[in-house]
């Protein structure tokens, strides 16, 4: 490694605590720089008579990559996000056969600003499912919060014995990254329990019903679940509505012909829209709870979701439900593409 590169407040800093009378070594210590890095800082500022000497023009090792090289890489990597450093080099063997794969990757963070982020998984879109999203929200877009807050969302969700998210953990210098206590432990079909459940930002949580094992919802069952737990919630609501995504057993006729007959004004959903939906952040959030949580059985996990959804404070609901606004807006601004909610 070549010797370091240091601004000039840098200098000014190693300086300043010599001057304090610290030892060069507890200089070094303190700015995180080689002893050799402090002694070259004293002894140049000490031969020109205390005055700190800046960088001399064009010194220092020749970059590897010329200007218009750096361009080819910038243009590439912006036409494809997804390319890694080393796939360059192979596309680019004629001017970057002697450049590092390193020293690429440096390139892309340091110089361009384009360091490698883990990517977000969103639904694909087809050009239809982008008009359906442009259409809800230009059917709701001048809704404000307080209408979103007699909204009843409404939604379904798996919570599993072990998360799949990810895991971080403290392993010393050295350890064995496959010790039992530095692994999580994982299993092929982990047991879970389906859940339905509502929430409004008006009257914060509705009704919430858990499957039984093996047991998927159908027309006749999800008509019993709106009968028992959705509609109680709903009724309390002045002037309410509705929102349920488009499950098939969501859109079975006898279900379309139940919400009629009971007098429930529903949102018409445009599907593919789980950025549209705040429950789906609602799901999260306990899921996450949960993952913090000792809960090996499913009997656990209905136990403690049971007291996590009656503990949610209606101020969260009223978070959840008062974004509706800003969700629509970001839809319509990438013109029904997928949004970061």
Known sequence: MGPAKLRMEEKGAILALFREGLSKREVARRTRRSAKCVRNVIKATSAHGGVIQKRKQGSGRKRKTGQRTDMLLRREVLKNPFITAKELKGMHRDVLGDVAVRTLQQRLQKDFKLPCRRAAHKPLLTEKMRKQRLDFCGRYKHWTSADWRKVVFSDESAFKTISKGQRTVRR????????????????????????????????????????????????????NVLTDHMLPFYESHENAHFLQDGAPCHRAKRVMEWLTENNVSLIEWPGHSPDLNPIENLW??????????????????TEKLRVLWDETDLDYFKKLSDSMPSRINAVLNVKGEMTKY
């Open 172 to 223: 010393p210098v050295g350890a064995n990254r496959f010790d039992s206590k530095y692994t999580v432990k994982t299993v092929k079909f982990p047991a879970g329990v389906m859940v339905w459940g509502c929430f409004s930002g008006e009257k914060g949580s509705g009704g919430l019903y858990f499957l039984d094992k093996n047991m998927n919802m159908n027309a006749a069952l999800y008509m």
């Open 284 to 301: 999260n959030e306990l899921k996450r709870k949960i993952g913090k949580l000792s809960v090996n059985t499913v009997g656990a996990i």
